[in-house]
């Protein structure tokens, strides 16, 4: 069975997909623990793929993406039925990971990459777009596993706070052809 936190049905808020309906599927439990991290990705309730499925037909009709978060969505064992049977289902997946658990994912699942402490380079070579967290300085360190990848890479001001904000501008302005902005913009028209 798989532990689940919510499931919703909302927009995506960040990235690539922004503005995108979207239902999302938090599994709960993560393998970090970051300091900054603002997500309850507590453990409520446990279903299995095709109970998943289920809610997420009765939550989000046709909508075609669904969105796993978490806390990680790819510690739980169970991640790749869950990603099999919505696939079967006809929903377009995408993955929001922080990159430390290496697992084959098939080629038309949406991965974005968030590295925090540690970053599995199996992970970062199949990034479909790269999410890092500006929260008093940009995480550079991270950006040499991602070269020489055309891979969008989304500068995300930490809790979009005005400090956070300008320093991701100032810094996607500076290098223009490497960086994009990521607002959160869920937070801005208070949705989830
Ligand atoms: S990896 Fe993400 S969900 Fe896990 S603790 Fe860090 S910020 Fe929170």
């Known amino acids: ?11 995506q808020g960040e990235g690539t997909w922004t503005g995108t309906p979207a239902v999302f599927v938090r599994l709960a439990g993560c393998n970090l623990n970051c300091r900054f991290c603002d997500t309850d990705y507590s453990l409520r309730f446990f279903a299995s793929p095709a109970q998943v499925v289920a809610r997420v037909q009765a939550l989000g009709g046709d909508c075609p993406m669904v969105i796993l978060t978490g806390g990680e969505p ?5 991640s790749s039925a869950l990603i099999e049977a919505l696939r079967a289902d006809g929903r377009r997946v995408h993955i929001e990971s922080n990159g430390t658990v290496a697992v084959d994912l098939p080629r038309d699942v949406w991965l974005t990459v968030s590295p925090k402490e540690r970053l599995h380079p199996a992970m970062a070579a199949r990034a479909d777009e790269v999410k890092l967290i500006v929260d008093g300085r940009v995480p550079r360190e991270w950006l040499e596993a991602f070269d020489g990848r055309n891979v969008a890479l989304f500068l995300q001001p930490e809790g979009n706070k005005p400090a956070n904000v300008s320093l991701a501008l100032e810094t996607a302005k500076a290098e ?4 994009r902005l990521s607002l959160q913009m869920h937070k801005f028209i208070g949705v989830r």
């Open 1 to 11: 069975m798989l532990g689940l936190a919510e499931i919703f049905y909302s927009v």
């Open 74 to 78: 790819l510690a739980q064992a169970e």
């Open 176 to 179: 223009p052809g490497r960086f």
